[in-house]
């Protein structure tokens, strides 16, 4: 049963809609006659205020705490769009627009809400026009950013836990403190002494600053408890030599809102001492989201950046051959100055993403590409076909070669990778697990490579579903969005099926390295209704290399794709959008 509160409060000074920023150009008139029609009540943390598909009836205006708009994903859970914060409406674009409500709202914590009714709303922009000048302003802004792919507000008040008495958290978030600061942004670190403060004062430090540290042992303590209701995202904060307890104060299930909406990441400190623990079972432990690995300082940047909201994702999108491109405009980013953080891809992209979250400079990267899929094709051990046409036996040694025992949430960036499951039709995404095993099933093109059986499901390569994977990099971080595309929808050549050559005499032509036109044929027909164009307008700086004379099979043009890669992405960031200058910007503030 869902919980949807309208609680009256009483016994409290009724607050003022004067006081909400956006609102203080309106006349007086307007404020109290907006406030004469209103309800005031109170939304207890977890509880929905609405939800996508109920009627717009009123709108709403936060006077403390924070809501969070959120949509179900998929995978059933929660997807957040963004925060609403003390002094913000919510739901009034539906209201204006007669329409339902296109995603739920619910409180990340206690929140004190004022209410005016459709017909009272209504009244009120008919008679006072400045009430709906102010709302127009914001909503222009938020058409913006929706359009954009932005959300309306990024989480400010973090709270940090220490899992182990040995962890100086207080230390920690000094350490990340003054890199914020170095960003320009206004910190403040809390710590038990606000223990007895007001919900007031919560709302203040988010008023006065761009990020809030809780900073708290997990533990029972009545602190511990009041970060929980707080925060807008929590860190778990473990060492590498330690296993998690069972069960954990913060647990899969916890009733808290930040368990139902997977506001939790998990920090992994590696400064000395052998490794005890496996990092899923910390991630599994606190259901948490995403993991970082914190081995000094160049961490404690990337995570000053994360907070700040000027992390860098890329997202690099399968293309068979095509997708050697993606090695030069790599080489690109960093040369610019641009700090990848995040870092995931479909197929072939996929795998040169892999190369940049392993930790590998961009001369090792090229140099190990080329070995595995230039020097000799791993597509040629061909077989009498049943579920494919070669056997997949070269490919899962080239990738046990390159990439070893690996494991996703060992690896120096978060990463992802994209298969398609073919069992219920939905693209699966790789967080964790087997590196190697992950990207098998993300280039398993079907008909070309076996398929990839884990339990009841069968994955194949990640461009049958979602080749340019933005989405999902938009779940995983809030900063600048880098993509570099290779589809096009041209990928065949047609001379190739005018009276082709039967098996053998292609093989006396060509010899058994070469795939012959039957892998192009797949290739296209698993992708044939993939819109090579699909997220290429959410991404903040989008890099199309021009390769017309690279087919998705030329695994010998690794040169000619490489180089278009590269001036491809030089050319892009001659003129950087103004979120990609901010993140290069932020990256040069905290080198110096």
């Known amino acids: 049963m869902r919980k949807t509160a309208t609680l009256g409060i009483t016994g409290v000074m009724r607050p003022s809609l004067a006081d909400l920023p956006f609102l203080r150009g309106a006349s007086k008139r307007a404020l109290k006659s907006a406030e004469s029609a209103s309800e005031w009540f109170s939304v207890p943390g977890g509880w929905s205020l609405f939800q996508a598909g109920d009627p717009a009836d009123a709108a709403y205006f936060v006077v403390s705490g924070a809501l969070v708009v959120h949509q179900p994903s998929p995978d059933g859970q929660d997807d957040i769009i963004g925060h609403i914060r003390a002094g913000e409406p919510v739901g009034e674009m539906a209201l204006i627009a007669g329409d339902v409500h296109s995603a739920s709202v619910s409180a990340l914590r206690d929140t004190e809400v004022i209410a005016l009714k459709r017909a009272d709303f209504q009244k009120l922009v008919r008679a006072y026009p400045e009430f709906m000048q102010s709302l127009s302003r914001l909503m222009l802004m938020r058409a913006r950013e929706t359009r954009h792919g932005r959300v309306r507000s990024e989480p400010r008040m973090f709270a ?21 600061e170095a960003l320009g942004r206004k910190c403040a670190i809390v710590g038990e002494e606000a223990e007895d403060r007001p919900s007031a004062f919560f709302d203040e430090l988010e008023r006065d600053n761009d990020i809030v540290m809780l900073v708290a042992p997990m533990n ?6 009041i970060c929980l209701r707080q925060a807008d995202r929590m860190w778990v904060v473990a060492r590498r030599d330690a296993r998690p307890s069972t069960p954990m104060p913060l647990s899969p299930d916890d009733n808290s ?10 920090i992994i400190l590696e400064e000395g001492g052998p490794t005890a623990c496996d990092p899923r079972l910390w991630l599994d432990a606190v259901a948490g989201v995403r993991l970082f690995r914190w081995r000094g300082d160049a961490d404690s940047r990337r995570l000053a950046r994360t907070l700040c909201a000027v992390s860098v994702g890329v997202v690099l999108s399968g293309g068979g051959a095509r997708a050697y491109a993606h090695v030069g405009a790599v080489r690109a980013f960093r040369e ?9 891809g479909a197929s072939m992209g996929g795998i040169v993403a892999a190369g940049v979250a ?75 697990g087997l590196l190697r095993e992950a990207l098998r099933a993300s280039i398993a093109l079907p008909g070309i490579l076996p398929p990839v059986v884990v339990g009841d499901d069968v994955l194949v390569d990640g461009a049958v579903i979602n080749n340019f994977p933005v989405n999902i990099m938009h779940a995983f971080h809030r900063g600048p969005t880098l993509g570099v595309d290779v589809a096009r929808q041209r990928t065949l050549i047609a001379d190739d099926f005018r009276a082709p050559k039967n098996f053998f005499s292609w093989v006396l032509e060509h010899g058994l390295s070469e795939p012959p036109p ?13 819109n090579p164009w699909s997220n290429r307008e959410n991404v903040d700086l989008l890099v199309a290399p021009e390769l017309q004379d690279v087919e998705i099979r030329d695994w010998r043009r690794f040169d000619a794709a490489v180089d278009a890669g590269y001036w491809a992405a030089r050319r892009e960031l001659e003129n950087p959008p103004a979120r990609v200058a901010s993140a290069i910007a932020a990256a040069k503030a905290l080198s110096d």
Do not use: C, Q, Y
């Open 518 to 530: 039957i892998a192009s044929l797949l290739m296209r027909t698993a992708t044939v209704h993939v």
């Open 257 to 266: 809102p930040a368990r139902r909406f997977r506001l939790v990441d998990v």
């Open 220 to 225: 029972e303590s009545a602190w511990f408890r």
């Open 160 to 180: 940090l836990f220490s899992t182990s008495p040995s962890i100086d958290i207080d230390g920690f978030a000094r350490r990340i403190a003054r890199h914020i």
């Open 358 to 432: 392993m930790g590998w400079n961009d001369d090792e990267i090229e140099a190990r590409i080329r070995d595995a899929f230039v020097m000799s094709n791993p597509i040629a051990d061909f077989t009498l076909p049943v579920v494919a046409l070669t056997t997949g036996r070269r490919v899962d040694a080239r990738l046990k070669e390159h990439f070893g025992e690996a494991r996703i949430e060992e690896l120096s960036l978060p990463f992802f990778a994209v298969s398609s499951n073919l069992t219920d039709g939905t693209a699966h995404v790789h967080r964790s």
């Open 336 to 344: 610019a100055g641009l700090p990848i953080d995040f870092v995931g």
